[in-house]
């Protein structure tokens, strides 16, 4: 079977970058569409490791690598060039460990995947933090500058926020070199938008946009629980989810999404 390769190479990588490629080229999928974002990414990362592995040879001289690229090569589609200007590339960036430099990573591979040199626009989650904590503008700098210095170097055109309210995002507004353009409200919170944050954003032309995205998207343990369903006998407990990509690509014109998916990055924690 192919996961024994799969799995070989899996125990002797430092590094699993994983892109589903375009998701509506693969149709809902076997069973029914999912019904959450948590369903969807689970799915997917699920079947592109799936696939992935029954593709990998036994050949035990092959190459190991300590960054492995997991990707189902036909279901990856490069933009062309001379459409580029027709469409709009967003993102929404899930960060899963604490570590502010994944931004980079994430829309470095985001721009390669696509054939892009810039994405139109990113939108970062909150970052996960302690219980018993309350996000600050002091924990979410770091995570910020990374954006800001992406947009100095035209990698991303505007970027976006998640889930402040009306106080964060004026502190966060204040301080930063490069505005906010949006920020996301999830309705599951709040049915109607708060007024202040309306205000608040109308005054200084910031986009209120909804979202039903849950607070975590793919936790550590259900990562390790895909895992285990696609490769037999991998690991899973030594491999730990950095940050999650998800992306569209939009017809300006049309507003119809002509492509989605998802790229991940996780790292192998051998201790």
């Given at each position: 079977m192919g996961t024994e390769g799969a799995r070989a190479l899996l125990e002797r990588a430092g590094t699993l970058n994983l892109q589903t490629g375009n998701l509506l080229s693969w149709g809902c999928g076997r069973k029914?569409?999912?019904?959450?974002?948590?369903?969807?990414?689970?799915?997917?990362?699920?079947?592109?490791?799936?696939?992935?592995?029954?593709?990998?040879?036994?050949?035990?001289?092959?190459e190991i690598v300590d960054v492995l690229e997991c990707t189902v090569a036909q279901a990856v589609e490069k933009m062309n060039p001379e459409e580029r200007d027709e469409l709009k590339v967003s993102a929404k960036l899930f960060i899963v460990g604490s570590y502010s430099s994944s931004i980079r990573d994430a829309v470095d591979m985001a721009c390669s995947s696509l054939g892009v040199a810039q994405l139109d626009s990113v939108i970062i989650a909150p970052p996960p933090i302690e219980d018993g904590t309350s996000l600050s503008l002091e924990y979410l700098q770091p995570y910020w500058q990374e954006l800001e210095t992406l947009v100095e170097n035209k990698k991303i055109v505007a970027i976006g926020t998640s889930d402040l309210d009306k106080t964060l995002l004026e502190q966060l507004y204040v301080w930063?070199?490069?505005?906010?353009?949006?920020?996301?409200?999830?309705?599951?919170?709040?049915?109607?938008?708060?007024?202040?944050?309306?205000?608040?954003?109308?005054?200084?032309?910031?986009?209120?946009?909804?979202?039903?995205?849950?607070?975590?998207?793919?936790?550590?343990?259900?990562?390790?629980?895909?895992?285990?369903?696609?490769?037999?006998?991998?690991?899973?407990?030594?491999?730990?989810?950095?940050?999650?990509?998800?992306?569209?690509?939009?017809?300006?014109?049309r507003g119809i999404i002509k492509s989605k998916g998802y790229i991940m990055q996780a790292k192998r924690n051998a201790s």
């Open positions: 029914k569409c999912p019904s959450t974002p948590s369903e969807e990414v689970r799915d997917s990362i699920q079947k592109t490791l799936t696939e992935w592995s029954s593709k990998v040879g036994q050949d035990q001289n092959q930063a070199q490069v505005k906010p353009s949006s920020n996301q409200v999830n309705l599951a919170s709040c049915c109607v938008m708060p007024p202040d944050l309306t205000a608040f954003a109308k005054q200084f032309d910031i986009q209120l946009l909804t979202h039903n995205d849950p607070k975590e998207l793919l936790c550590e343990a259900s990562f390790q629980e895909v895992l285990r369903e696609s490769i037999q006998n991998i690991k899973a407990h030594e491999w730990i989810p950095l940050w999650i990509l998800r992306y569209s690509v939009i017809v300006k014109s």
